[in-house]
């Protein structure tokens, strides 16, 4: 599963999902998204680093 970093048009936040559609949280990642995208690519990093697969 490979995560996917994109900026919300009208929150203007990022998310981290399994894939654009999928409206879930990439596992380990907040579902509430992040004020920038260093914090978001910053979170998926560590979450795919304590994936022990």
Do not use: F
């Not at 998310?15 to 914090?39: F, I, M």
């Not at 560590?46 to 697969?53: C, N, Q, S, T, V």
Request: charged share 25%.
């Amino acid at each position: 599963m490979k995560p996917h970093v994109w900026r919300g048009k009208s929150t203007g936040r990022w998310w981290v999902d399994t894939c654009r559609d999928s409206g879930e949280a990439y596992p380990g990642t907040l579902n509430q998204g992040y004020e920038t995208w260093r914090e978001a690519y910053d979170a998926t990093c560590l979450a795919i680093a304590a994936d022990p697969a």
